[in-house]
């Protein structure tokens, strides 16, 4: 009985889904066509079959702006104006063209740009061009302007001649994609191409010759001097070496009325900086100097090894002798040096006197290497043993030094140098505590020495006019406040002497000495506090938790813990309290000669990136020159 239920209801659930099928079925048979009303659609626009009024523009380019691309120009332009005026219906609204630009970027095509601007405006109803590679080189950008342009209202076609190809019809999206793939594929061939090209003709050392001022190009390509547009360059030149900002200089041409290579008059601090860079001013070339890592946006790129280079000495006449070149690019690594009435910094070294070998320092000046503080330390030595007698001496104490014999003792540097002068060097930054200000009673500015071989730095009272005055401190409110002064130039050098590490801080005990009305503070440099800083991340504990219904939100959070360390050297770890006969104190020795602390430094012969003779000949002459020139204009 049971079974013969089941099998009742299977059969009436069949009959009921063959029910369902049935009325879907009859309703899709429609109904009849007589009772609709057809409306046809529009008939799709067959391009040259269509007489309606259209407002029809033509774009053309040539890559290059050269005099041969000019017959393609003119061809081009004459071409599109024909073919629009006799096409019936079709008005032509004007020419769009540019010249000398590549298809690769839209970004510097100005009547493209131009031309898109009026179809946003409704000028324009039909575009045509010679081809997909004409129009765009970029797949992206050519399909993106071909919708942006089928998107408007009115709608914009775009007329491929050589493609035959109409941006409004249905399939023509999917031939521009494929054409623009292969015109974008063709440009990257060439681009190749051209830098195998160049790197071939720089390896054998045929250079470009760009357009450059202060010379003229022969028949044969080489570079020959413009005697006239050579003294604005030489005036650069001379007026830099002697203190001029770049943005003084290129007022002063301005008011001369000096030209430019291309017949202008106006000039900026840029221009002027990038004439006093070029290195085929003293006769050389380097080529390559800046590359174009891609291809489709044309942004050329410093190039810092990225690509071969290739330089040639004395490839033709210079218009500046190369001390004057060299000079002058020692000044421009320098950024933001300028300090009125002294043009140029020179090493001197004191050589005489308790600061004998003491290099005065300039803390902007970065023109000075490791090797430049060593010879001017060694200069004022008759010979090489009074040198290696010096670096023996810093490695045991010598006579009139302190007799601590018996005594327990505890390293200075254990304790607070609050009350004693201390220097911190960092990397672009040296600071001198309250204390030392208070040693130098009423002095302002001060002038920092170092001597390479002593491995020390020397501090003395200077005037505010001293070329290395540095003014390390201020009164505030009747109190010496300390000025944290940047030393970038300093500091570069002295890490690479002492092998420091960057990311530290090396702190100094100083030793003040007075004789008379002299007085100075000294700092060894050979055991120095390392203030290392650490970051660290730990866990806090659970401190709140929210409960819901559906799980438990731990809302703990990492703490950031910065660290500050104080590290010593290894040779100090047994000296708390240790018996001072194995210990080396830091002090110095006390000078029983001449103190003559104060004494000038000289300039050392032969570090000087230029003399002071050659600087005032160099002054002499700018100014000749620009009486001359103010005659001429």
């Known amino acids: 009985m049971g079974v013969m239920h089941q099998v009742s209801g299977y059969e009436k659930e069949i009959k009921k889904q063959e029910e369902q099928k049935n009325k879907i079925r009859e309703r899709y048979k429609g109904v009849d066509r007589n009772e609709l009303e057809f409306i046809p659609a529009k008939p799709r626009e067959k391009l040259f079959e269509d007489t309606a009024e259209k407002r029809v523009c033509a774009y053309c380019r040539v890559s290059t702006d050269d005099v041969n691309q000019t017959s393609s120009y003119e061809l081009q332009k004459n071409h599109y104006e024909d073919m629009i005026k006799e096409h019936q219906g079709w008005e032509l609204v004007g020419i769009y063209a540019d010249e000398g630009i590549s298809g690769t970027s839209l970004q510097h095509r100005d009547e493209f740009n131009r031309m898109i601007e009026d179809c946003k405006a409704g000028k324009i109803d039909l575009i045509v061009t010679k081809s997909v590679s004409r129009f765009a080189r970029n797949i992206v950008d050519c399909i993106a302007k071909v919708r942006e342009l089928g998107n408007m209202r009115p709608k914009v076609g775009v007329f491929f001649e050589t493609e035959h190809i109409y941006t409004l019809d249905n399939t023509s999206e999917m031939m521009l994609a494929v054409l623009s793939a292969a015109a974008q594929e063709e440009s990257h061939t060439k681009s190749e191409i051209m830098n195998i090209s160049i790197e071939q003709r720089f390896s054998r050392g045929i250079f470009l010759t760009p357009k450059l001022l202060g010379y003229d190009v022969d028949e044969d390509g080489n570079l020959v001097i413009n005697k006239e547009e050579a003294e604005t360059v030489r005036l650069c030149y001379y007026l830099f070496l002697n203190g001029f900002p770049t943005a003084e200089i290129a007022e002063i041409l ?47 790129k410093k190039n810092r090894h990225d690509r071969n280079q290739y330089r040639q000495t004395d490839h033709h006449e210079a218009i500046v002798d190369r001390d004057i070149y060299n000079a002058a690019q020692k ?36 023109g000075f290497t490791v ?32 007799d601590l014999s018996g005594y327990e003792i505890v390293r200075a540097q254990f304790f607070s140098t609050r009350l004693n002068p201390a220097m911190t060097i960092s990397e672009g930054r040296i600071t001198f505590n309250t204390a030392c200000l208070k040693k130098f009673e009423d ?38 406040a300390v000025l944290p002064k940047s030393c970038r130039g300093f500091s570069e050098p002295l890490f690479e002497l002492m092998d420091w590490n960057n990311e530290c801080k090396y702190r100094f005990r100083g030793q003040y000495s007075k004789e008379d009305n002299e007085q100075i503070l000294l700092f060894d440099l050979e055991e120095p506090e390392v203030i290392k800083h650490e970051i660290i991340q730990e866990d806090l504990p659970d401190t709140d938790t929210t409960e819901t219904e559906e799980n438990t939100v731990d809302t703990s959070k990492n703490k950031t813990k910065k660290i500050v360390r104080t590290l010593f050297p290894k040779q100090w770890q047994n000296h708390f309290g240790d018996s001072s006969e194995d210990v080396l104190l830091l002090h110095r020795v006390k000078y029983y000669g001449n103190w003559d602390v104060l004494r000038p430094a000289k300039i050392v012969e032969g570090l000087e990136p230029i003399s002071e003779n050659l600087l005032d000949k160099l002054n002499e002459e700018a100014q000749n020159m620009i009486e001359k020139m103010r005659c001429a204009v």
């Open 254 to 300: 301005m008011q001369l009325k000096r030209k430019t290579k291309l017949g202008n008059t106006k000039w900026s601090s840029g221009t002027v900086g990038s004439l006093l860079r070029n290195e085929r001013y003293c006769g050389d070339v380097l080529s390559r100097k800046t590359f174009t890592p891609n291809y489709l946006d044309h942004k050329s």
């Open 331 to 366: 000044m421009l690594t320098v950024t933001k040096y300028a300090k009125k009435g002294f043009p140029f910094p020179n090493l001197k070294v004191v050589d005489g006197g308790a600061l004998k070998g003491f290099v005065s320092v300039n803390r902007s000046w970065t």
């Open 371 to 402: 090797e430049d503080y060593k010879k001017a330390s060694q200069s004022v030595y008759s010979d090489q043993n009074s040198i290696q007698d010096i670096e023996e001496s810093k490695e045991e104490k010598k006579d009139g030094g302190f």
């Open 443 to 480: 002095v302002e500015y001060v002038e920092i020495l170092f001597n390479s071989i002593e491995r020390c730095i020397a501090v003395r009272p200077c005037d505010k006019d001293n070329i290395n005055a540095v003014k390390w401190g201020t009164i505030r409110n009747g109190k010496w």
